[in-house]
C-alpha cells in the first residue's frame, strides 16, 4: 500500500495534503508558514508541531537563518512523505504523539520559535499541550498557533461537512477562548493575524484564527490601526461573498452588488485611461481627448492631468488651467509625482497668459 492510500480517509476529509513542492500546497497553509518565517532569527532552533507532510518545515529551513527545524507528527506516511520530499541537513523529523510524552523524544529541549497550525483543535487535552509547548520554548521564545474560527465555522455546525461535523476535530476556538487557553498555559498573545479565507491580514475574524505568542510578561498586543481594520472588512466581504452561507448579520446588510458594479466601473475608467495615453501618443489628440473626457473623475482624477496636457497643447490655457487645477484639488488621492507635475504644467501656462 502506498503512502497515498494509506491516507486515504484523511485525504478525503480534507486534513492532509500531501505536495511534492512548497508551491503546490495550498494557499491558507502556504501563508501561514510565509508569516512564520518573519520570526526566526539567525541560528533560531525552530519546532514544528504537527509538521504532516514537511512542507512547511522544508520552508522555515530553506527560507531562514535557523538552525533546525524539528518536525513532528503521530503519522508514519507523512513523515515517510517529509523525509523523500521535504528534507534537508536542518530538518529532522520525529514520530510522536502529541498528547503523549513528545518532549522526552526530542533532540534538543528548547526551542526559540514553536509553530502549531491547524492542529489544537484535533487534540482532547489541548491545556496539557499548551502547557508542555510553553516548557519547550525558551525565555521570551515565540509560539505561533492557529485554530478555526468558532464564530465563522461552529465546530458543531460545519458547512463543509455534510452532517455539520468535522469528525476529526474536538472543537473549535472563538478568539477570546484561545487567548484564554494560551493565557491559562503561560501565554500572552502580542499580535493577531487572521485569513479570510485565504489571505493572511490582521485582525481575528475571517475562517481561521493565527496567534503570535510569547512567554515573557508583556503589556499588551499590538493594536490594529485603521488601515488594518479596512484591510479586514475588506477580505471579510469578499470571505462572504465566496461562502454566502458564512454570513453573519453584519454581512447582511451589506450591499455586495454595488461595490462589485463600482469596482467594475473603477477598472473601466482606468483602461479607458490607457487608451487615451496610447492614442496621445500616436499623436491623435482629438480622439484622445474625446476618451478622456468620459471618464467619470470621481473614479479616474488621473484624467484631469491628461486633459489640462492636450489642452496646453492646443493653447486652450484657461481650460488647462481648470484641469490642472482640479488635479491639485484631488492631490490626496493622487500620486505625488502626477501632483508634482501638475504644478508645474500650471505654473508654466499662468506665465503664458
Not at 474536538?170 to 494560551?182: C, D, S, V
Not at 475588506?234 to 462589485?260: E, G, Q, V
Request: hydrophobic share 35%; with cysteine.
Amino acid at each position: 500500500m502506498g503512502i497515498l492510500e494509506g491516507n486515504y480517509k484523511e485525504l478525503q476529509g480534507g486534513e492532509r495534503i500531501y505536495p511534492k513542492f512548497f508551491n503546490e500546497a495550498s494557499h491558507d497553509h502556504k501563508e501561514r508558514y510565509q508569516l512564520a518565517i518573519n520570526y526566526i532569527k539567525s541560528g533560531d532552533r525552530v519546532l514544528d508541531a504537527a509538521s504532516g507532510a514537511g512542507y512547511g518545515s522544508y520552508y522555515m529551513a530553506a527560507n531562514s537563518g535557523c538552525e533546525l527545524v524539528v518536525g513532528l507528527d503521530v503519522n508514519d506516511h507523512a513523515l515517510d512523505w517529509a523525509k523523500t520530499y521535504f528534507s534537508t541537513p536542518k530538518n529532522q523529523y520525529i514520530n510522536v504523539d502529541l498528547l503523549g510524552d513528545f518532549d522526552t523524544k526530542l533532540p534538543i529541549k528548547e526551542f526559540d520559535v514553536i509553530t502549531c497550525f491547524e492542529t489544537i483543535e484535533h487534540l482532547s487535552e489541548d491545556g496539557n499541550f499548551l502547557k508542555k509547548i510553553n516548557s519547550l520554548l525558551k525565555p521570551g521564545g515565540i509560539l505561533l498557533i492557529s485554530s478555526p474560527n468558532e464564530d465563522v465555522i461552529p465546530c458543531d455546525q460545519n458547512p463543509f461537512y455534510k452532517d455539520g461535523k468535522n469528525p476529526h476535530h474536538y472543537r473549535h476556538y472563538t478568539p477570546q477562548q484561545l487567548k484564554n487557553a494560551l493565557s491559562e498555559s503561560g501565554f500572552s498573545v502580542v499580535d493577531n493575524f487572521t485569513q479570510c479565507p485565504n489571505n493572511m491580514v490582521r485582525g481575528e475574524n475571517g475562517f481561521v484564527i493565527v496567534y503570535v505568542c510569547t512567554n515573557a510578561q508583556v503589556e499588551g498586543q499590538n493594536q490594529m490601526d485603521s488601515v488594518d481594520k479596512g484591510i479586514e472588512k475588506l477580505n471579510l466581504l469578499k470571505m462572504r461573498k465566496l461562502f454566502p452561507f458564512l454570513s453573519t448579520k453584519a454581512s447582511n446588510s451589506t450591499d455586495l452588488t454595488r461595490i462589485d458594479e463600482r469596482i467594475n466601473e473603477i477598472i473601466l475608467s482606468y483602461e479607458q485611461l490607457m487608451t487615451a495615453f496610447n492614442i496621445i501618443d500616436e499623436g491623435n489628440l482629438d480622439e484622445s481627448l474625446t476618451i478622456l473626457e468620459s471618464i467619470d473623475k470621481s473614479l479616474c482624477p488621473e484624467s484631469y492631468f491628461w486633459i489640462g496636457l492636450i489642452s496646453q497643447t492646443n493653447r486652450d490655457y484657461f481650460h488647462a488651467i481648470e484641469m490642472y487645477s482640479k488635479v491639485l484639488d484631488n492631490k490626496n488621492r493622487l500620486s505625488h509625482i502626477v501632483v508634482k507635475f501638475a504644478k508645474e504644467q500650471l505654473d508654466k501656462t499662468l506665465k503664458l497668459i
